[in-house]
């Protein structure tokens, strides 16, 4: 079974730019997240999605927003780009909508890069 | 910040030997998880350990849980190459994981 995958792997960006960022949980999963690691720090909660509807976000500003398609895939996007955007961005997907019960599945993540 | 803390931030250890990393969190948590990841990669799910457990294994993993401390600490034993990475514990909240800031694993052959 093929495991969580993101796409584009690498991008670069000029400040003031929109990004979008893809998503396809494995098969069976409902729920995807976001995460945002910038060097060097532990990755940062941006979004939940369980059966496409937005279900937690965390403390980051209104130009990311994000959203689950029927099939369950999702999209992150960033608007106005800053260059503290730079990070690499993770997609994680699980069964369940909490985390009390089992981990979460990660892709490899898309590296954002804002000159 | 929410996030927890991890200590040591680096660690440096020849093949063989065994690591232990350090993990103190700040919030209730229903579990504590732990994960690893290899340079600029995705994460890789390792152990989880309930807050009702003190001690969980797999494999040459060790994890244990003091909910009184609010910490937990990894341990590697018998450290090979192939285990440099960095290594991140994240608390189980609700719908989202809480990540430390990571200690990074340097295991020389």
């Known amino acids: 079974d093929a495991g969580v995958t993101q796409s584009p792997t690498h991008l670069i960006k000029t400040r003031g730019q929109h990004v979008t960022l893809r998503c396809s949980p494995i098969?069976?999963?409902?729920?995807v997240s976001w995460y945002q690691q910038v060097l060097g720090q532990g990755p940062q909660f941006i979004f939940q999605?369980?059966?496409?509807?937005?279900?937690g976000r965390g403390n980051f500003p209104d130009r990311f927003s994000a959203r689950q398609f029927p099939n369950y895939s999702s999209e992150l996007n960033v608007n106005a780009l800053l260059l503290g955007d730079s990070a690499l961005y993770l997609c994680a997907s699980s069964f369940e909508r909490g985390v009390n019960t089992g981990e979460l599945f990660f892709g490899e993540g898309s590296r954002l890069t804002v000159l | 910040s929410q996030q927890g803390e991890e200590d040591p931030q680096a660690l440096s250890i020849q093949e063989g030997e065994n690591a232990t990393m350090n993990c103190s969190y700040k919030t209730s948590i229903n579990n504590l998880q732990w994960y690893r990841q290899n340079s600029g990669r995705g994460l890789v799910h390792l152990i989880l350990i309930r807050s009702n457990e003190r001690e969980k294994h797999s494999g040459r993993l060790r994890v244990t849980l003091d909910t009184s401390k609010k910490s937990s600490s990894l341990l590697i034993t018998a450290s090979r190459a192939a285990d440099t990475a960095s290594y991140f514990c994240a608390e189980g909240q609700g719908g989202k994981l809480i990540f430390g800031q990571g200690t990074e694993l340097s295991v020389k052959p």
């Open positions: 098969s069976g999963h409902k729920s």
């Open positions: 999605y369980y059966e496409k509807e937005e279900r």
